[in-house]
């Protein structure tokens, strides 16, 4: 009897991945696949505002296969995750606009070390640049800071995104 078992449970297919529907922001449907049904509300739309785009989800996406490939092993995997990690922020994050869009939606999902990486991009980012090209380049309107405020705040900056 056990060895019909199991036969059996070998014999059972193995679970065929079910379509997610996201619906982003800007109204853009993305299907993605899973294979824990209990978490599909029966084919409705998830709304993921997090993920403004099918670019950013795509970028999602490609990061959560390659670690979990990486976490398995074997044949395929990527052999130096670190290196990849670098090689994918500096061919996919190409402008602010993108890195924003993919740190607000790795927070949001917890993809921490996605999260980490944006981090790092950003601090390298706005690095050994002045207080005015920061604010131009993140769209922050004057606060009233005095030079000697501004400069303060640029050298206390310089000190904290030192962060290699």
């Known amino acids: 009897m056990a060895m019909a078992m199991a036969m059996a ?4 297919p193995a679970p065929v991945p079910l379509p997610l529907v996201l619906r982003f922001r ?9 294979d ?8 409705y ?12 989800f795509g970028l999602l996406d490609e990061y959560a296969r390659v670690h979990a490939q990486h976490a398995r092993g074997g044949p395929g995997a990527v052999p130096d ?16 606009d993108e890195l924003h869009d993919l740190f607000m939606a790795a927070s949001t999902l917890e993809m921490d070390g996605l999260s980490v990486l944006c981090a790092q991009k950003t601090a390298d980012v706005v690095k050994k640049r002045t207080v005015e090209e920061v604010k ?5 309107a ?13 050298h206390d900056n310089d000190a904290i995104l030192c962060l290699r």
Do not use: Y
């Open 9 to 12: 449970m070998e014999a059972a």
């Open 26 to 34: 800007n109204g853009e449907d993305r299907f993605a696949l899973t």
């Open 36 to 43: 824990q049904p209990r978490q599909l509300p029966l084919g």
């Open 45 to 56: 739309a998830i709304d993921a505002p997090s993920i403004r785009s099918a670019r950013t």
């Open 81 to 96: 995750i670190a290196a990849w990690d670098r090689a994918f922020m500096e061919r996919e994050v190409t402008d602010t």
């Open 136 to 140: 131009a380049l993140l769209g922050i």
């Open 142 to 154: 004057d606060v009233g800071m005095t030079p000697e405020e501004e400069l303060k705040l640029q």
